[in-house]
């Protein structure tokens, strides 16, 4: 019989299509033909099926779909550890803001360089951005093949990227005509947050986010200061400051939530918000522990996102999903709370859901894109294996992603990045680093 | 000028002698003796000096002292995954003390050696441990050269190594005899906790304690349950009741320590009680959060733990670092709280102080046992590098190791280990995993 073609196939011992240990196939295998999975069974099933351009083999390798950062500031890479252990406000205006004022476009494309590089090499295949200069973090992006969510921020203040809202404007208008057909890149409308944009700049925000079908990306909620601001300054929370503004919708993507009544949850759940949860950030800003688990019980999509590497320090999501399952096990003193297959349903296809876009990914299905990791499981800390899930979220580290694969595209093999260039990136990114330290002693 | 004889020297760009990041060495190297560190200083310098017989050279490498986990329960590594999310008791007694029961010296012997492969490789180098069969953990952890405290564990009721306690007295006697003038491996006496063991047997084993110099380490007030119950029975809280029985001093090491209130705190730190804190641990069984800042500032030597890989579910003492870090900021609602040198300061220096070896280790001092690793700093999630004790906390993880030398042995190069199999250890730790799950189906 004649084998169907097939340009990639991919095998290993365990493949997960989705976040359900029972759903795991032993002796794996996939098959993808240009950007899309066009089968999953067996090895076996498989090859015999399939003549495949390339076939990737991992002995004791498991295949699943990659992972989906739901918020981050790529960018900021550059900034990790420049300055930890502070209180929030030294932290930003005697530190990052100085550093960003001095930010050149150059600078944001190599520093977001690196953090795809960190991206990739740790199991994420979809990341939903916020920051300046979004031209560079999407010229980065679309060197690195990565699937991504880019915004160009919005605040009433000047940019360093465009100088007056005005310009900003014009700005994110050329991006979207630049990137509406793009296979892997959307843009996005981003406003900062409620506290550092006026009404009017929120509601313009959100007719362009109309205007062109887009995600309206937001802080929302993130800590105490910016609940008390807000209700002294509009006389209500947060959340009811954008339902007045007719700002909750289904393509709204609310980043931390961390300050949230229960009423609050019920009006985010109504109007089917999406919320992108990022734990280790709030942890180390000391912002608090949003209450995810309430949402979820509320029917909110919850995703998970890094946040930027500046307050995190890092974008590894396996390491993200950790903390998560834990943090919310001892926060309700509840050891059956966020279980480890609720984890990762978050930091894969709720992610996908979270961004509108689980048509094309966040599980291993026929008719999906492409987008696929591998895991080395041969090794100490993921032996023996009983459970695949717990071990992806309480013992894997992003280290531990032996292959990635975008969009149909082959991005790392053997923890070797194709698209993007890691020792030139490493060896730039030291010497803007130092740029910035002895800009700080002049 | 002749040169000095030095078995090995390690050089690399960045050589961080203790947890400060001021004293920090650029273009560092160590020269080891035997066991022992002779010289700290630049490559130049140390070069010129001395003639080695071995020179490891890693570029953008980072050498620093081991990791020092100062609460674990190394063969639980097998048990990794087998049962998560569970209420504790329904953890316990439904999934581990069954798989216990059946547990064989060599299971103990095998499942210990893929947890020191762990430890190495994420780059422990000390470890105390506490469980049954521990003259096979002595075994293994013999074998891997690693530094090791360990502890044959007493409760009221029989034990599956020992039988009744009385036969347990004996068993540890032959330990003490056996590894009395040991380098690496110390014995230590070791009640399970306040609600497993009578006070006769609490007493009991402070006598063998003292009789060998030896630390007693115990669990205490762990969570809720634990001081419920003995307050139901001896009307006081876990330290009141090791306090009455006059238990309480230097060298006991006391892990968790979860439920403590300032007058308990103030007990400890009185008489000098070390705390052993398993951060990760206690989130996952939804135990609490310890009050180690209070502990701090109450002047207790707290070192870090891991807890046994069942209820972590890895050894990867910087993944704990991290969490350590991050969560008492979150729950002080304090970015400050728990900074990156004090979070890696209770990982090395204060472990060994935990362990009451800091003349021994936990800090690169001439003089001092030769437990370094190395770490390689060229990668994304550690680029660029503004402070060495941040990336350590907040980025690093063990994976990032390359080597690692205990005792002046190099027990792993290039992230291969010397002293044990891996491979082997991992084919046969897959069989074992195969027996407990196929045993449950019985």
Redesign the interface.
Known sequence: MQKLQADLILSGNHLLPDSTHKNVVNSGAIAIKGDTIIAIGTQKKLLEAYQPDQHIHTEHGLIMSGLINTHTHAAM??F???A?????MT?LEEHIFPVESRWTPDAVYQSTL??L??MI??GTTSFCDMYLFTKEVARATEESGMRAWLGEVFYDFPSPCYGASENGFAYVDELFAHYRDHPLISVTANPHSVYTCSPDLLTRLGTVAQDNDALYTIHLSENEAEVATCKERYNCSPVEHLKQLDLLGSKTVAAHCVMLDDREIKLLAKHNVKVSHCQ?S????????APIVKMLEAGITVGIGTDG?AS?????MF?EM??V???H??A??????M??EQTLYAATLAGAKVLNAEKQTGSLEIGKKADIIVLNM????L?????LP??LV??A????VVHSIINGRVVMKDRILTTLN?PE??AR??E???N??NHGKD
């Open positions: 890479a550059c990790r550890g420049l930890d252990d502070l209180p929030l932290w690196l953090s590089a960190e090499k740790s280790e709030n942890m180390k800003l000391a912002s608090g522990t590497a995190n320090n890092d974008v590894d390491g950790n903390t399952a834990i943090t096990k001892v309700r003193m509840d050891s059956t709370a279980n480890a041969n090794q100490p800390h032996t023996p294996m009983y459970n717990s071990h309480y013992a580290r992003g280290a531990d890691e990136i490493l990114m030291r803007i680093g130092q910035v330290t």
